[in-house]
């Protein structure tokens, strides 16, 4: 008997899961997002479960600069298009990454020599024709993406200052969440940024810079909170502050790219002791949204450690997502289901 139940265990342990998708448990109260790499629709099993799982996607690369807006005057939608397409047939809410960001731009632009002027009327056009492009279908956006360095200060970039677009500070983050409004008023508009989730020098500097915005105006609605974790012990009291701050703004609050990378072996497995804590911090991240009302969305960078980021930008790291490879729920996934449950569904 003892053995049978023994090799029952070993052999026929499948991860406990209530079967109740997690955008069903998340109800209405926010969104469960995931983000997305157009060819991979294709992959029946890709597919599938991020249509069974997830109420919102954002496309991992598709709407950036790079891809979207390939030659001067040349813009290509296509698989953007597919992903929106693939979501609207699956009743998922779009998010759109990113208008402006300092990474993934085309050579004709970083190579162009370009006034200040010019680049502002390159830059305008972009976020009229692309924001306009997806309007109605797209229902927010990180507008600008990683403009501040961890000690506060504004990044340098082509954007801000190298040679940037001719406005002072953060005038130019503030001149691109105006285009965005006035290319699609019903679009909400995020500022986006990693590292900036625990009240810090640079979670400070974004406040103020949102709190000056609405104190003139400016067209912001909410700030994204990537989530780029490792298996360390979370700052929860600074992330929770850092919230209430936010939402006193009446700002809203979204995880945008949540993941957490562990060390792995060759063949790809965290060690045990290193995917409890995972787990944790995946229940963890999803209580904290719970508990603050205007934080709407939780959105893993990925949903499959088959085609995370981390691998290739970190060696050695992987095993980050709530599923793994063969798209089985993982102890993480569990964890975000048992969160959303005891909240909703007692
Ligand atoms: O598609 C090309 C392929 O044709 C080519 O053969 C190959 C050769 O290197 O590159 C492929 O493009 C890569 C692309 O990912 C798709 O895999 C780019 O080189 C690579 O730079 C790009 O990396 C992306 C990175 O942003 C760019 O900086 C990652 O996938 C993406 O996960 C990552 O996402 C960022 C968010 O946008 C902002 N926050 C941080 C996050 C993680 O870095």
Redesign the pocket.
């Known amino acids: 008997m003892l053995y049978s139940c023994l090799l029952f265990a070993l052999t026929c342990w499948q991860p406990v899961s209530s079967n109740v998708p997690l955008r069903e448990l998340a109800a209405d109260r926010l969104r469960i997002g995931a983000?997305v790499?157009p060819a991979h629709l294709e992959e029946p099993e890709y597919a599938a479960t991020l249509a069974r799982e997830f109420n919102q996607v954002e496309p991992?690369?598709a709407m950036?600069f790079v891809r979207v807006h390939p030659g001067p005057v040349t813009y290509n939608f296509g698989p953007a298009d597919s992903l929106v397409a693939f979501a609207q047939s699956h009743r998922m809410a779009v998010r759109g990454?990113?208008l402006v960001?300092h990474?993934?731009l085309p050579s004709w632009l970083t190579g162009g020599r370009y006034s200040f002027v010019e680049l502002s009327s390159i830059l305008a056009d972009h976020i009229y024709t692309v924001v306009k492009h997806f309007a109605g279908q797209v229902y927010a956006w990180d507008v600008v993406?990683?403009a501040f360095n961890d000690d506060g200060s504004l990044r340098s970039t082509l954007w801000s200052d190298a040679p940037g677009i001719g406005r002072e500070g953060a005038g130019y983050i503030e001149q691109a969440l105006r285009w965005a409004h006035a290319a699609d008023p019903n679009a909400l508009l995020f500022y986006n940024d990693?590292g900036a989730e625990p009240v810090n020098a640079k979670s400070d500097a974004i406040y103020r810079m949102a709190r000056d915005f609405l104190s003139r105006g400016v067209p912001l609605d909410g700030i994204g909170l990537?989530m780029?974790l490792r298996g360390e012990p979370l700052p929860l009291d600074k992330i929770d502050e850092n919230l209430t701050r936010l939402e006193g703004l009446g700002l809203q609050v979204q995880i945008t790219?949540l993941d957490v990378g562990l060390p792995v072996d060759a063949a790809g497995k965290a060690a045990p002791p290193d995917i409890a804590r995972q787990a944790e911090i995946y229940a963890d991240v999803v209580a904290l949204c719970l508990k603050h009302p205007r934080c709407t969305a939780i959105q893993t960078?990925g949903f499959t450690d088959k085609y995370s980021?981390i691998p290739s930008?970190f060696p050695g790291n992987g095993s980050a997502l709530e599923f793994d490879a063969q798209y089985q729920p993982k102890r993480a996934y569990e964890a975000m289901e048992k969160a959303l449950r005891s909240s909703f569904h007692k």
């Open positions: 983000a790499e991992e690369n950036k990454h990113t960001w990474q993934q993406n990683e990693f990537q780029h790219e960078w980021w930008w």
